[in-house]
């Protein structure tokens, strides 16, 4: 046992050592200033209050964002999961069959974060078939207006959210008013058949029936988010494609418009589409396009990069190193570099180091990997300026999940400057200063709340 844990030990990394020697004193006094700084949240999928209170969640109901995606990991397939996903099955059944796997999937940051869920806002200790009845009696009994203040503002002690409110193709205002909007464009870059552009055409009212008109619809939906009080625009094409954008002509762009208009190319289906992208030329085009829109009315731009949510990914087409050619045409424009690009967490960190328009973004990744989260925090810290880092975003459509990975984030921040003060590169004081910038200044800074109650539309002509 103890040459296992020497051998442990010695594999680990600076942040394992430099958490390990932080004293828990220590730890406490940061811990206990920490928790007071009120967060900005740069990344959620938190729906609407009014419609969150109007469905019927249920333990199952949170369970299946992310944690569902470890369980399946686990082995639980087939009509066994089918049971687990049933709403209508008796929970005892569902229960039965998600219970081998859970007890294999319960340590992982997503398990850890259910857990903490259930215990802090649900105040059930230990999930189990004994309990499950009790946790969905109290969600229910929580589960209408005034929830979100409860769990988002008193008890994770957040101020914003940045929203990707992916429902939404054509920007919408949010609420309450504390939700920001991140809005995507990703429709405009991939379309793949005439029904596409139709649903485009309803999306921004604009007829389209070239590429000009495609980056005309484009344009005129930019503006509507701007009306819409977008603070950010956004992008998740990695989960379609590989994120080198090249450089295309608009001839080449307009051959592939014309050739998908004429439905005369065969596009491959499911898994398979997310190396083969026969409108590639197309798609590169446009999103420069929307680059250049951004540029324009100088909007920050969030990428995801890294792990797909799911449970199968080319993981390589996520790599974020795969976008530096956008940080050296448009210096203009704030890169927030999803996830810290898991597990490229390293080429994201030489990219926030270089590149002064490139940010390091932690959302979603203190519950992907907490230790992986710690190692990665404690290297920044000393190779990235310290005003590059955004270290959280809850990522969750449930409040009660994005308090839980609030608190896992706080936990790990503490852990990690508690090291560097215990290893000598920070004072106490200076800790507390970097703390409130990862937690909150820095986002702040990146993404100006007031952007949102401001309906002016900058008068910059585009497209
Ligand atoms: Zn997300």
Redesign the pocket.
């Known amino acids: 046992m103890k040459l296992g844990r020497r051998t442990f030990l010695g594999q680990g990394t600076a942040a394992a050592a430099a958490t390990s020697l932080a004293s828990p004193a220590l730890a406490q006094d940061l811990a206990g200033e920490l928790d007071r700084i009120r967060l900005y949240d740069s ?1 959620e ?1 938190l729906t609407p209050e009014k419609e969150r209170v109007r469905e019927s969640v249920d333990f199952f109901g949170l369970a299946a964002h992310y944690l569902l995606n470890d369980v399946i990991s686990a082995g639980l397939t087939g009509e066994a999961l089918s049971v687990v996903r049933d709403a209508k099955a008796p929970p005892g059944k569902r229960w039965a069959a998600f219970e081998p796997y859970w007890r294999m999937a319960r340590f992982t940051g997503y398990g850890q974060a259910l857990s903490i869920a259930v215990r802090d806002i649900y105040g059930v200790e230990e999930i189990s078939g004994q309990t499950l009845a009790r946790i969905d009696e109290a969600i229910r009994t929580r589960n209408r207006p005034g929830l979100y203040d409860y769990v988002l503002r008193e008890r994770a002690g957040i101020d914003w959210c940045l929203v ?1 409110a992916y429902w939404n193709e054509r920007p919408d205002r949010l609420e309450p008013e504390y939700f920001l909007l991140a809005q995507k464009f990703d429709g405009f870059v991939t379309p793949a058949s005439p029904k596409d552009v139709a649903r485009l055409e309803q999306v921004s009212g604009v007829s389209i029936q070239s590429l000009a008109g495609l980056k005309k619809a484009l344009a005129a939906t930019f503006e509507r988010a701007v009306r819409s009080g977008m603070v950010s625009v956004k992008s998740t094409l990695a989960y379609r494609r590989e994120l080198l954008f090249h450089e295309v002509s608009e001839q080449d762009a307009a051959r592939d418009f014309e050739a998908m208009m004429q439905s005369a190319v065969e596009m491959p289906r499911g898994f398979r589409a997310q190396k083969m992208r026969p409108l590639r030329r197309l798609e590169d085009y446009m999103f420069h396009q929307v680059v250049r829109l951004a540029e324009a009315h100088r909007y920050p731009f969030q990428i995801h990069t890294g792990l797909l949510a799911g449970n199968a990914c080319f993981i390589e087409n996520t790599n974020p190193n795969l976008l530096a050619n956008l940080f050296h045409l448009y210096p203009g424009v704030k890169f927030d570099l999803f996830h810290i690009g898991y597990p490229y967490q390293e080429e994201l960190g030489v990219l926030a180091k270089l590149f002064p328009n490139v940010h390091a973004d932690f959302c ?1 990744a203190h519950i992907i990997s907490p230790a992986g989260s710690r190692r990665t925090l404690d290297e920044y810290l000393e190779t990235v300026p310290v005003n590059k880092i955004l270290a959280f975003g809850g ?1 969750y459509r449930f409040p009660e999940l994005a308090y839980a990975h609030a608190r896992m984030a706080r936990r790990n921040v503490v852990q990690v400057l508690a090291g560097k003060v215990e290893a000598g590169l920070f004072t106490e004081r200076q800790a507390l200063e970097v703390g409130r910038l990862l937690l909150r200044e820095n986002a702040l800074a990146l993404f100006p709340p007031a952007r949102q109650s401001s309906l002016v539309t900058p008068g910059v002509k585009t497209g």
């Open positions: 990344h999928h990707d979603w990522d």
